[in-house]
């Protein structure tokens, strides 16, 4: 989607969604520049997304953000790999790399969804 397109084309955004969009409007767009002086609850809105911590690719795949979907799983796959190398080689794994490696879905969901309604941005190539 470019920006000459007509509303018609746009998915039909629910209230919720409405709000995020314009939490995230508010904390400066895709560069996040004040996100900082929105209170706590508000900053959980923008920076945090439920449905996307529980079902990680399927929900970005259910938004239509299918490359991104593809390369954060690759992403994680990886980086489980690499805490997986880490354990047998040193004894010991690595939260961030095992286990954190899921909180690119929730954490990146909203602003991704956001460039592709807002901006047109649906992935990086």
């Known amino acids: 989607m470019n920006n000459t397109e007509s509303a018609q084309d746009r998915p039909t955004l629910s209230e919720t969604w409405k709000k995020r969009f314009a939490l995230i409007d508010k904390a400066g767009g895709p560069d996040w520049g004040h996100v900082s002086t929105l209170p706590f609850q508000e900053r959980v809105t923008v920076c945090f997304n439920l449905w996307a911590c529980l079902f990680g690719p399927f929900y970005?795949?259910?938004?239509?953000?299918?490359k991104k979907a593809i390369a954060y799983a690759g992403l994680c796959?990886?980086?489980?790999l690499a805490n997986d190398y880490v354990e047998a080689e040193f004894g010991a794994g690595n939260f961030i790399f095992g286990n954190g490696a899921?909180?690119?879905?929730p954490i990146f969901a909203n602003m991704d969804y956001f460039k592709k309604v807002r901006l047109g941005d649906n992935g990086w190539w």
């Open 60 to 66: 970005y795949l259910a938004k239509g953000l299918w």
């Open 102 to 105: 899921v909180l690119l879905f």
């Open 77 to 80: 796959f990886v980086l489980g």
